[in-house]
Each structure stands twice: as C-alpha cells, then as structure tokens.
C-alpha cells in the first residue's frame, strides 16, 4: 500500500519553529517531485514548499520565503519542512504529497490535481 504519512506538527508561540517529516510507506520518495501544502479553516489549500527530484531544486510561496526550508533524505525516505520563525497566520493543516518528477517543471508546482499521493496531514498551531 502506497501510503505518506505527516508528522512533528504541534503548537508554538510565534517567532518558534517546528520540523514537519513526510515519510513514505510502499514507494521510494526520490523519484517524486514532493510538495508541501497548507489548509488554514475556511481557506482554500495552498502550496508552501515542494522539492524537485531531478537535482534538489526547491520553490517557496512567497508568504513562507527565507523562513521555510524543504529538504530530503533519501537514506530515511523522508522529505521534511523546517518551519522556522512561525507566525500566527502559518496556522493550518499541512500536508505533504507526492507527484512525476514534471510535476515541479510544468506550469505552477503547486497544482495540487498534478499530486498522486497525499498524506493525512499535521495540525500546526501558532499560538501568542
């Protein structure tokens, strides 16, 4: 069963940090483009973060710029997202997902439709 699951969400004060993790059960996250998304309450989800798996490049919306950083391990089949200088208004539901490598290079990478695999999602709270 092909399967990603979320994790390392929580509450924080703002101006704190958190490490989200997506790890993948049944396939290898390597080949995949992988993006991270956000679903605040009574907002649309948006895309945060996604790292292509050519060479490593990686994209940011510009809400989360210079303070987010999207990374891989490919020894762990992991993709994680350190959250760094965490405000208010980053209060959501993050979710990671796995899309084809042209994912990342097509159009807009956060195109959530060109997504394959989805996880469960992690609850991020900041909290003054």
């Known amino acids: 069963q092909l399967q990603l699951v979320e994790s390392g969400g929580g509450l924080v004060q703002p101006g704190g940090s958190l490490r989200l993790s997506c790890a993948a059960s049944?396939?290898?996250?390597?080949?995949?483009?992988i993006g991270w998304f956000r679903q605040a309450p009574g907002k649309e989800r948006e895309g945060v973060s996604c790292?292509?798996?050519?060479?490593?490049?990686?994209y940011y919306a510009d809400s989360v710029k210079g303070r987010f950083t999207i990374s891989r391990d490919n020894a762990k089949n992991t993709v994680s997202l350190q959250m760094n200088s965490l405000k208010p208004e980053d209060t959501a539901v993050y979710y990671c997902?796995?899309?084809?490598?042209?994912?990342?290079?097509?159009?807009?990478?956060?195109?959530?439709?060109?997504?394959?695999?989805w996880g469960q999602g992690t609850q991020v709270t900041g909290s003054s």
């Open positions: 997902a796995a899309g084809p490598p042209e994912t990342y290079y097509i159009g807009s990478p956060f195109i959530d439709a060109h997504y394959d695999y």
């Open positions: 790292i292509s798996s050519s060479d490593g490049s990686t």
């Open positions: 049944g396939f290898t996250l390597d080949y995949y483009t």
